[in-house]
């Protein structure tokens, strides 16, 4: 009879994430608790293209579920319901030690019930605390109802869970970490592409298909404008992965003979560009650390544009601007998304110096308070998972 080996158990880990910078924030994730765990690490579940590029089988395609708003939201809830169990018979039949559940607050919430009822033992942890202090406060007392742990991205968050008695931790905003740490060169990015002093403008539809579809016919007549303004204005569009094909077959017969920028470059496009016209969203701050001056425009559902405004608790739908507490950055929202008005603003940053100057001495102090810099944000997170693992 051979002897009994003492060869560590390998950790089972779930993830889930449906929406494009879950994706980022995983991949990133998987990484880390690669480097940082002892033994072995296997993970199940489901993600997007990053993940997947760092070995993650996803268990469904996630494209239904990158949606804005609680009427896109109604659409995906059947599909929802259904993959939301699914992920819970994968984490008892794979006997999973935790699940991390990324972003997506609404799907998150769904996965957690279905697994805290079917495997109760489970740790589950929320990476990525919902903005509670933009809107729904009430979200703080289900996160402690559910999770054994938050991982918040912003140091001031904190407080919102832990008066509730949750678990939580601040690791940082590892998309912001990456856009300071990387060495841009505009000038690079302008030689490289033929561009030269040509007036640029970066144009940046979002993420989601449903936000291109929107966002691209105002965007147009925006661009539109600008052009009989501006002489030789070209356009530079960094590409998000879930919808590059889709911005590409958009932007195909633009004016401006668009240039593409792949995401890992987009931080060169940014620095290169004159001003950007941005969806709302994570990258209007990456432009800001770049120092890009920029116009914020976006659209959403008119039904889900008035239940925003019934539970949002901030004037602002930018992190520069809620940080800021002051309108640093122009925001053109909903029936205010007009092309005649942004591009009026587009045009005086395209013009003039001093406008320019208005926004970008105005950023270094609302990314002070967004928290951006410190260690690198993945690398604390798996630390924490980590060590809450092996707590009671």
């Known amino acids: 009879m051979s002897e009994p080996t003492n060869k560590p158990q390998s950790t089972k880990i779930l993830l889930s994430a449906v929406e494009p910078s879950g994706d980022a924030l995983g991949a990133e994730l998987m990484t880390a608790l690669r480097a940082q765990s002892p033994i072995g ?11 997947a590029a760092k070995g993650m089988t996803s268990a469904f395609p996630i494209d239904r579920f990158s949606v804005m708003g609680p009427v896109d939201a109604l659409r995906a809830l059947p599909e929802a319901l259904r993959r939301a169990n699914e992920l819970a018979q994968i984490a008892d039949r794979e006997a999973i030690d935790a699940a991390v559940l990324i972003d997506g607050w609404a799907f998150s919430r769904l996965v957690a ?20 202090w933009a809107s729904r406060p009430h979200r703080a007392q289900s996160v402690e109802e559910l999770f054994d742990g938050v991982l918040t991205l912003f140091e001031f968050e904190v407080a919102w869970f832990k008066r509730l008695g949750a678990k939580a931790a601040f690791v940082g905003h590892p998309i912001f970490q990456k856009a300071q740490a990387h060495e841009v060169s505009g000038e690079k990015f302008r030689a490289e592409r033929g561009l030269g002093g040509a007036p640029l403008l970066a144009v940046l539809l979002g993420s989601r298909r449903g936000e291109v579809r929107r966002l691209a016919p105002p965007f147009l007549e925006t661009v539109k404008l ?47 560009a004159d001003a950007a016209l941005a969806a709302s969203g994570t990258v209007t701050t990456e432009l800001a650390i770049q120092g890009t001056p920029m116009a914020v425009a976006y659209k959403i559902h008119p039904l889900s544009a008035m239940w925003v405004r019934r539970v949002a608790t901030t004037e602002y739908v930018s992190l520069i601007n809620i940080a800021a507490d002051q309108p640093i950055l122009p925001e053109f929202l909903q029936e205010d998304c007009d092309p005649a008005a942004i591009a009026e603003a587009l045009s005086r940053l395209l013009s003039s110096e001093a406008a320019r100057l208005q926004q970008t001495d105005a950023f270094p102090a609302a990314l002070r308070r967004l928290g951006v810099g410190g260690p690198p944000a993945a690398q604390r997170a798996a630390e924490t998972i980590l060590r809450w693992l092996k707590s009671p």
């Open 41 to 51: 690490l296997s993970f199940v579940g489901c993600g997007g293209p990053l993940m």
């Open 113 to 132: 019930k279905r697994i805290r009822k079917q495997t109760p033992d489970v740790k589950l942890f929320k990476y990525v605390a919902p903005q509670v």
């Open 226 to 272: 600008l052009m009989e303004r501006h002489e030789g204005l070209r356009i530079v569009a960094p590409l998000a992965p879930a919808v590059e094909e889709e911005v590409r077959a958009v932007l195909a017969d633009w004016p401006g003979d668009p240039v593409f920028a792949s995401f890992e470059n987009r931080f060169d496009a940014f620095a290169a």
